[in-house]
């Protein structure tokens, strides 16, 4: 598993690479702020007793903040990643209660070259919890920078005989 994969330009990332997030616990403030933030106040989420009574037994967090949770714990570096281009497959596997730690791994599934300047990077994301169970999955496309390269001095065309300057160097009144 490779440290910090998310920290490499575009061309330096390999298609298997993987790395895994600390953890962070689910909390009742968490779902409190995500209700307010989105207007979710399902009672599923926000109402103790009618979620006591649910199939869940007790309130969980909103599948949305998991998956938001999840891409706030990737190690991104801004300095590369420069947006999130899309988000599918989503699919939520088990409820998540207030006071579960969840974990994300990403693995690079694809690699796009888009431009010059950018390529298109496709992550397999596993949201765990701490008895690695599996809460949800998703794949994510993130836009990503490419190392910049130095414009060429002849313009991107083959060198040829012309561009290479063959004059003498002296230095000091001696040939180098």
Known sequence: MIEAPFSLDFDR???GARV??????ITES????FSALTGDWHPQHADVAWAAESSFGERIAHGMLVL??????LPIDPDRVVALRG???VVFKRPVPIGTTIRVEAEIAALKPLDDEHG??????????ADERLLARATVEALWRRERREPSPNGGRPLTAADIDLSPVTEGGVLI
């Open 13 to 15: 990332l390999e298609q």
């Open 20 to 25: 895994r997030s600390r953890g962070r616990t």
């Open 30 to 33: 968490d779902l409190v702020s």
């Open 68 to 73: 938001s949770y999840a891409l706030g714990l």
């Open 87 to 89: 988000i599918r497959n």
């Open 120 to 129: 298109l990077v496709e992550l397999a994301l596993r949201v765990r919890d």
